[in-house]
C-alpha cells in the first residue's frame, strides 16, 4: 500500500487554466504539507494543515490554496497558472511532533506551456 | 529568516571510500536534524535523523551534531556506485503552532565505480 499518494504524476498545461493535483495519506498522520521542488531542486514549504490549523508561506501566491475534506486528504488547486509555476510539486504527511520527520508522495510535475 | 546551508558539489568520491557531507543551519532553536536521500526524479526519502549532540550511526550511516557550532553532518562509509544521489539536510523547529522541515539546497554526490 503505498504511503502518501499523489495524482496526476505528469500535468502539462496551458498558461491561464486552473488545476488540481490530489494527495491522500494512509498512515494515520495529523499534519499534511504541500511543498515546490524548483529546477535547481530547491524544496521550498507552501503549505502545512492539521484539523486545527493552515499556515501559509507567505510567499506563496494567493493563486495556490489548499483544500482538506479530512485528516487523511490534502489538494492543491492552482488558478490562472503561470509559466513561472512549472516545478515538481511534493506532498508530504508527519505526525505533528519534533520527533518525525515527512513521509513524501512520489511528486507531481507539473509543466507549464 | 530559517536557514539550512549545504554545499551544492557535486561531491565525488571512489567506491569504497567515506563520503563526508556537511550542514549549517541558523536557527539556535531547531529540535531535529533529518537527512534525506533524492533520486533523479524521485520523491525525497529519509534516511537518518538525530536530536541530541554526538555520533548516531545505522549501517554505513553515521550522523553528527553540534548543537553549539550548529552543525550536522552525514558520513557514508563504504560508498557504492548505488549511493550517488542528492542529499538533503533537514532541520524542523517549532513555529506558529507547527512543526516544520526547513530542507536545505541539497549537495550532489557521486560514488565513482
Known amino acids: 500500500d503505498t504511503a502518501v499518494s499523489q495524482t496526476p504524476k505528469y500535468l502539462v498545461t496551458q498558461m491561464g487554466n486552473d488545476k488540481s493535483i490530489k494527495c491522500e495519506q494512509n498512515?494515520?498522520?495529523?499534519?499534511m504539507y504541500w511543498y515546490k521542488q524548483d529546477s535547481k531542486k530547491f524544496l521550498k514549504i507552501m503549505f502545512s494543515?492539521?484539523?486545527?490549523?493552515?499556515?501559509i508561506n507567505e510567499t506563496v501566491p494567493n493563486r495556490f490554496s489548499p483544500k482538506s475534506p479530512d485528516k487523511a486528504h490534502l489538494n492543491l488547486h492552482i488558478n490562472s497558472l503561470e509559466l513561472g509555476d512549472s516545478a515538481v510539486y511534493f506532498c508530504?504527511?508527519?505526525?505533528?511532533?519534533?520527533?518525525?520527520?515527512?513521509?513524501f508522495g512520489s511528486g507531481t510535475r507539473l509543466t507549464v506551456v | 529568516q530559517k536557514e539550512v546551508e549545504q554545499n551544492s558539489g557535486p561531491l565525488s568520491v571512489p567506491e569504497g571510500a567515506i563520503a563526508s557531507l556537511n550542514c549549517t543551519y541558523s536557527?539556535?532553536?531547531?529540535?531535529?536534524f533529518f537527512w534525506y536521500r533524492q533520486y533523479s526524479g524521485k520523491s525525497p526519502e529519509l534516511i537518518m535523523f538525530i536530536y541530541s549532540n554526538g555520533d548516531k550511526e545505522d549501517g554505513r550511516f553515521t550522523a553528527q551534531l553540534n548543537k553549539a557550532s550548529q552543525y550536522v553532518s552525514l558520513l557514508i562509509r563504504d560508498s557504492q556506485p548505488s549511493d550517488s544521489a542528492t542529499y538533503l539536510c533537514?532541520?524542523?523547529?517549532?513555529?506558529?503552532?507547527?512543526?516544520?522541515?526547513?530542507f536545505g539546497k541539497g549537495t550532489k554526490l557521486s560514488v565513482i565505480p
Open positions: 494543515y492539521n484539523n486545527k490549523e493552515l499556515i
Open positions: 533537514a532541520v524542523k523547529y517549532s513555529g506558529a503552532g507547527s512543526y516544520q522541515l526547513t
Open positions: 508530504a504527511s508527519s505526525q505533528g511532533s519534533h520527533l518525525y520527520g515527512y513521509t
Open positions: 536557527d539556535r532553536g531547531s529540535q531535529s
Open positions: 498512515l494515520g498522520h495529523d499534519t
